[in-house]
């Protein structure tokens, strides 16, 4: 409490002035605006904005699972790298464990595989071979080394999945190939 | 400043403030709101809590006002419909203890200097202290005494002045 010091005022004046404060002044029509205290608003800007990074997160998770986000690093890799048997990149696509990634991934990777014959790096030695052999086959030596090929498979070749491998070779082998 | 601070310095002094802001705008409870609302947003205490509503009521009330005389032609249609009723306005009671009417209290006001209106209404209405009033005036606590004389002194005057023709109306006894 403020002590205030002493000023004489004139007993008139004093009276008048005592007068004035009689007349009370009218209530104040509207009332004081609430606030809400700033945390309150900190707790809840912060707490919607956690709501939606973990919706977009749940979204982008849910379409990753799905498989819907196509992974085109197999089929980037240069013919260069691809022949190169000891690079981790030239895993043979037919040798990932299913259950790494999931069989619709697979599906998915079997499409741009057969849509993108040129930068395949599963086809391509076949084909090539496939040329060779069709050439030395026209010369008459053409079955011997076809199962020859098959027996000892050379460095390029992929140990699993053998089955798969003879099926491709045969239909690459086949002298009506367009029509495959 | 706390909440609880805030509501009780609202309940004493709004009131007196609207006064106080009608000197200069015509609508006096938004500065009246405005100054309290930036005094809830104030990071520190003012050291005056009421001498510095008091200021600020000032400023905004001052605000208003050069937006309101953007549109003076329509104010003045509007201050000649109600002028009747301006003291009814601001007070509850049509007369003071002394039996002098409000109405004839808000004219002798409106007639003084503005800083003598300002530091009458900041102190009869407001209850502000020397010290207070020394601070919203910007002048010592005892040179804010003398001002608050004079100008009470020239609003007796002035009041009385107006109201002795009533008095002298009643003793005589006149319808």
């Known amino acids: 409490m403020m002590i205030e010091p002493k000023f004489p005022m004139d007993e008139g004046l004093d009276r008048f ?19 809400d205290p700033n945390w309150l608003k900190i707790a809840l800007i912060s707490w919607l904005m956690g709501l ?22 197999p089929n980037q890799v240069t013919q260069k790298v691809a022949l190169s048997p000891n690079s981790p990149t030239t895993t043979p696509f037919g040798s990932l464990q299913p259950g790494v990634f999931g069989d619709g991934l697979l599906v998915g990777s079997s499409r741009f595989i057969a849509t993108d014959l040129d930068d ?13 052999n069709g050439s030395r086959r026209f ?15 050379n460095a390029n070749s992929f140990p699993k999945y053998q089955g798969q491998r003879q099926l491709l070779k045969m239909l690459m082998e086949s002298d009506d190939l367009i029509s495959i | 400043m706390h909440s609880d601070n805030l509501q009780e310095l609202f309940a004493s002094l709004s009131n007196a403030l609207v006064l106080y802001a009608r000197q200069w705008c015509r609508t006096p409870e938004d500065a009246v709101q405005e100054a309290f609302i930036d005094l809830a947003n104030c990071s520190s205490e003012p050291t005056y809590p009421k001498a510095w509503l008091y200021t600020t009521t000032r400023r905004k009330a001052q605000n ?8 003076r032609n329509h104010l003045e249609q509007l201050i000649q ?11 509850l009671e049509p007369k003071t203890r002394n039996q002098i009417a409000a109405s004839e209290v808000l004219e002798g006001l409106d007639s003084l200097k503005p800083d003598q209106r300002e530091m009458v209404i900041a102190k009869v209405w407001g209850e502000l202290t020397f010290e207070e009033l020394a601070e919203l005036m910007n002048c010592s606590p005892a040179s804010a005494y003398r001002r608050y004389v004079l100008a009470l002194t020239e609003l007796k005057q002035r009041v009385l002045a107006a109201s002795t023709p009533c008095v002298n109306k009643r003793n005589s006894g006149l319808p």
Do not use: C
């Open chain 1, 17 to 35: 002035e005592q007068d004035l404060k009689s007349l009370t002044p009218k209530r104040f029509p509207k009332e004081l605006p609430a606030r």
């Open chain 1, 52 to 73: 939606a990074a973990g919706v977009l997160v749940s979204a982008i998770w849910t379409k990753l699972m799905n498989g819907e986000v196509p992974i085109a690093a």
């Open chain 1, 139 to 153: 010369s008459g030596e053409a079955s011997h080394t076809s199962r020859e090929d098959s027996a000892t498979p």
């Open chain 2, 81 to 91: 419909e109600r002028g009747a009723d301006r003291a009814d306005e601001y007070w």
């Open chain 1, 120 to 132: 395949d790096y599963v086809l391509q030695p076949l084909m090539r071979r496939n040329t060779v």
């Open chain 2, 64 to 71: 208003i006002a050069r937006a309101e005389s953007r549109h």
